[in-house]
């Protein structure tokens, strides 16, 4: 496996550091930081919260969760299965990878009675999984970052990869990842690699975001999202962002169009709490147009009680909506079933099939 690496940040903006943390910058416009105790009393005793989910009995029916057959033979140049949350494989021809691996039952650094619960199982194993060439991490909020699930990634994969954010590489070693098997960049920072006789370039993409894992760490790591640009296709991971919406059309004028994006659509109401640090549907849609996607399937929705108001449909429902209002193709930007996996030249059927969800929080 060889590697060639750079750091053309071409007009990417860069993070702020004061050489102990991180920030967004102040291009950054909706950055108004991370809300605190008052807004967080509001948010949660306040505001009209419409997130109650139903029994085991209705979510298997409405959120149904398939087996993913990753021994089917691959014919596409692309394909991508959605796992829950953040977390989706991708296969890009010869190459498999992982966004954000989270199996836990909870997005806690305790998982008994505390932190935001998985009500979704995952779809699969990890020791059901295929072999993998490496992962991406976008940050290091609990529901994105689970040392369970990378740690037995790393027992089961030796020569897999990781790419993560500057501060994260340390907290790898810590939990017994190879120094040498994780790279670690800035915003516009780009590595080439050649997988088994297949390159792929990875690129850190800015995010509007934040981290944070324990009390005093706030900022101390930095956020991003991912995009991996192979021989022939194309692929972006939005990770979590709230709209910088300049960055957005930097990376669709240096780096797209891309074949494939994973998107988040989930955990986004109330706006006022929200807005800085989750996009709604409709900006994920915007997302989808300036990065010139040809399609983009939905992320960070319906699979951990994240603490949002929304209800647990709306996000697909709304993102039906949206598509159409933009004058898209339904096929451009769709949901998938736990375990689904798109396949390039492939439609799904699951974004017609969606439930709709009877209340409707704001976006």
Not at 55 to 69: A, F, G, H, K, N
Not at 302 to 311: I, K, L, W
Not at 342 to 363: F, L
Request: net charge negative; charged share 25%; glycine share 8%.
């Amino acid at each position: 496996m060889s590697e060639s690496s750079g750091s053309d940040r071409w007009e990417f903006e860069e993070p702020r550091f004061d050489g102990s943390r991180f920030g967004n910058p102040a291009s950054f416009t909706d950055w108004t930081g991370v809300p605190g105790p008052i807004a967080l009393f509001k948010w949660k005793f306040v505001e009209k919260d419409d997130s109650k989910l139903p029994s085991d009995e209705v979510l298997d029916e409405t959120l149904p969760v398939q087996r993913p057959d990753f021994n089917r033979k691959q014919s596409s140049k692309l394909a991508l299965t959605w796992l829950g949350h953040a977390t989706v494989l991708v296969q890009m021809g010869a190459i498999n990878f992982i966004t954000d691996p989270v199996w836990s039952p909870r997005a806690s650094p305790i998982q008994v009675a505390f932190g935001p619960r998985r009500y979704r199982p995952p779809p699969i194993e990890l020791e059901q999984l295929p072999e993998l060439d490496f992962g991406v991490i976008s940050h290091n909020h609990y529901d994105h970052l689970d040392a369970k699930s990378v740690r037995r990634l790393s027992e089961l994969f030796p020569r897999m990869l990781w790419f993560v954010p500057l501060g994260v590489k340390l907290w790898m070693m810590n939990n017994g990842i190879p120094a040498a098997n994780v790279h670690e960049m800035n915003w516009g920072d780009h590595q080439k690699f050649d997988f088994n006789g297949t390159q792929a370039e990875i690129w850190c993409i800015p995010a509007q975001h934040w981290s944070q894992r324990g009390i005093l760490d706030r900022f101390k790591t930095l956020w991003s999202g991912w995009a991996v640009v192979g021989e022939e296709r194309k692929f972006y991971f939005a990770g979590d962002t709230g709209y910088c919406e300049r960055e957005f059309d930097v990376l669709g004028k240096k780096l797209g169009p891309f074949d494939l994006a994973a998107i988040p659509i989930g955990c986004y109401a109330p706006r006022w709490f929200m807005k800085p640090q989750h996009i709604n549907v409709t900006e994920a849609v915007k997302i989808h147009q300036k990065i010139c996607a040809k399609k983009s399937i939905a992320i960070h929705w319906g699979t951990y009680e994240m603490g949002s108001n929304e209800a647990y449909l709306e996000p697909p429902r709304l993102l039906k909506e949206e598509v159409q209002r933009a004058g898209l193709k339904a096929a451009d930007f769709t949901s998938l079933s736990h375990g689904e996996t798109w396949r390039e030249g492939e439609e799904t059927s699951s974004d017609s099939s969606q439930p709709e969800s009877s209340s409707r929080s704001e976006n």
